[in-house]
């Protein structure tokens, strides 16, 4: 079983559609988990992040940690064109761990 | 500040060449990272370096070598490239844990495109 699991999609939504964007993982020793945004031909750049268990806001956007079930979600709400992109997970231990552990990224398309 | 900036942004090269790749930073960060990135493999990381003059193996290192002679830039080096060295590679740097989220928020730079005949 690969460490960090994560739905490649393609994902094609509607714009003003509300998208859900999941990973689960294996080890329960993460405590880091973080997602971030890579446009085509880009390198990624870090969207949000959060610590242990339990929500994080950021405008239209929402990540969610259950560690009991080892799943993590990012919602985007009200979306829009600019947010196709491919989404990547990703997590690391505690102490601030200089590795990080990536899913393999999901591609979201957002139709006008 | 440029950021992370790499060079070169693409290269064509044949079986058993050899080339390096650039990777420089001008944020003072202590961490950096070199990662190939594949259709349906996602990110996976060939060697990393907490500091100036110290390097790691990461997950994909065969192939590859690295230096960090200075703490603004991080070399991957392919020796005898192979077809299966053609990817797309990212370097990446980071703070220390002492600071902020640390080596969780990862600056990654454009990106090299490589190609092996």
């Known amino acids: 079983q690969k460490e960090v699991e994560q739905d490649p999609g393609p994902l094609s939504v509607p714009e003003g559609a509300i998208v859900s964007l999941n990973c689960t993982y294996s080890n329960s020793a993460f405590q880091y988990f973080m997602w971030y945004r890579q446009y085509s031909r880009k390198g990624p750049e870090l969207l949000m992040y959060?610590?242990?268990?339990g929500n994080k806001e950021d405008g239209r956007f929402t990540a969610q940690v259950d560690k009991s079930s080892k799943y993590i979600s990012l919602f985007i709400r009200d979306s829009q064109p600019s947010d196709s992109a491919t989404y990547l997970c990703a997590m690391s231990f505690q102490g601030g761990s200089e590795k990080l552990v990536f899913g393999k990224g999901t591609k979201l398309t957002v139709n006008p | 500040n440029a950021g992370v900036t790499q060079t070169p942004k693409f290269r064509v090269l044949k079986t058993g060449q050899s080339m390096t790749l650039l990777c420089a930073q001008d944020?003072?960060?202590?961490?950096m990272y070199w990662y190939r990135q594949d259709p349906g493999m996602g990110l996976r990381l060939i060697h990393y370096s907490v500091g100036e003059g110290t390097t790691a193996k990461g997950e994909v290192p065969d192939g590859y070598n690295v230096s960090r002679l200075k703490k603004q830039n991080f070399l991957l080096g392919l020796e005898s490239a192979a077809p299966s060295q053609t990817s797309v590679y990212f370097c990446a740097s980071s703070y220390t844990s002492g600071r902020a989220l640390g080596a969780q928020e990862q600056y990654f730079g454009p990106g090299t495109r490589l190609t092996v005949t």
């Open positions: 944020m003072n960060h202590e961490y």
């Open positions: 959060t610590y242990s268990s």
